[in-house]
């Protein structure tokens, strides 16, 4: 589907782009269910005014990539089963104000691209005696996997935000009659890889609370949350990605709260060897929790002695100047004096 122009708002249902449907009897069927959808939004405006059904018991206003009602009980179909949806997003809005969204969710696969555009999630729900925000969730479920790449554009996001899976009750969402016949588990991913643009929600942004959840920060890109959450659900990882002398940024209003198990993983591949010092990766107010000692790993060019010699004592600190966060530092660099 190309939309370029006008409005598209959702009525009964919300808008599902490789999806199963909730009024069909696949959760029987002995044939794997494997569809593609694509959404190229150039333009125009696609709103959310309605919500679809319970996905896992939550409502939903947008979903990219799932499979949520194929029987569990039968293995070989919900093995081979693989829903993969796209939504690009280069132009236009999107916004998210009934039911949650959710990327890559149940046994499918999701990519939300954005390049350009605003999405902007303001979504509360009021069902059947429920009342409650709904979330966006990147990759949920049994084996659920989501990405959302933004190389452009912005969010204006008033919902928290899970990468990697979330508990059902920290959804606080209405229990469908059928809860136990969706494919539940902990075996989703989510990724969260933000390049260029602003990733921002005035909530809370969890990682890994149920499953694997990765933020990738790309020089120019920022993401930013109230209290942002490392879990450890099932993994968590922080990855910077360096390029000359600059990262992206990563920023809590609030709290960044490291648990047990939290990965940081820097990718020094395209680092200069006359970075500063110091490199700031994460703004707080506070910090809660450290990264292990072997929680921590640095990926860079090892053949190359000036960039060895950065990182052979390499180390994470979380307070510089009165300030919390993160920051890279590298060796002390001594000087070289020349005698003639």
């Not at 808008?15 to 449907?21: E, R, T, Y």
């Not at 390049?115 to 979504?123: E, K, L, M, Q, R």
């Not at 600059?246 to 709260?257: K, Q, S, W």
């Amino acid at each position: 589907m190309n939309l370029k122009h006008g409005k598209l708002e959702t009525g009964n249902y919300g808008l599902f782009v490789a999806a199963d449907s909730p009024d069909s009897n696949w959760s029987n069927t002995a044939v794997p269910l494997c569809v593609t959808g694509v959404v190229n939004q150039t333009g125009g405006s696609f709103q959310a005014s309605a919500w679809g059904w319970h996905y896992m018991g939550m409502t939903c206003g947008l979903v990219v990539g799932d499979g949520t009602r194929i029987n569990k009980a039968n293995a070989d179909v919900l093995a081979k089963s693989e829903c993969v949806g796209f939504y690009n997003l280069s132009g236009g809005t999107v916004s998210i104000f009934k039911g949650a969204c959710v990327v890559g969710g149940g046994v499918g696969t999701g990519f939300f691209n954005q390049s350009g555009g605003t999405y902007t999630h303001n979504s509360y729900e009021v069902n059947n005696g429920f009342s409650g925000e709904m979330p966006l969730v990147i990759g949920m479920g049994l084996r659920g996997r989501g990405t959302w790449t933004m190389t452009g554009g912005t969010t204006d996001i008033r919902n928290h935000v899970y990468v990697g899976g979330a508990e059902r009750e920290d959804l606080k969402h209405n229990p469908a009659p059928n809860l136990n016949a969706f494919p539940d588990g902990d075996g989703c991913t989510g990724v969260l890889d933000v390049s260029n643009g602003t990733f921002v929600t005035t909530k809370d942004l969890y990682v890994g609370a149920k499953g694997t959840g990765t933020l990738v920060l790309r020089p120019t890109g920022t993401i930013q949350a109230a209290n942002v959450v490392l879990s450890n659900g099932v993994a968590s990882v922080l990855r910077p990605v360096m390029e000359g002398t600059a990262t992206g940024l990563l920023t809590a209003t609030g709290d960044l709260v490291i648990t047990d198990g939290a990965r940081i993983e820097i990718d020094a591949t395209g680092m200069s060897p006359n970075a500063p010092l110091f490199t700031r990766l994460a703004s707080a107010a506070n910090v809660v929790g450290e990264f292990a000692a072997g929680q921590v790993s640095f990926v860079y060019d090892e053949s190359n002695a000036a960039m060895h010699a950065l990182f052979a004592a390499a180390e994470i600190v979380y307070e510089l100047d009165g300030e919390k966060g993160l920051w890279l530092k590298t060796s002390p660099r001594g000087t070289m004096v020349i005698f003639r």
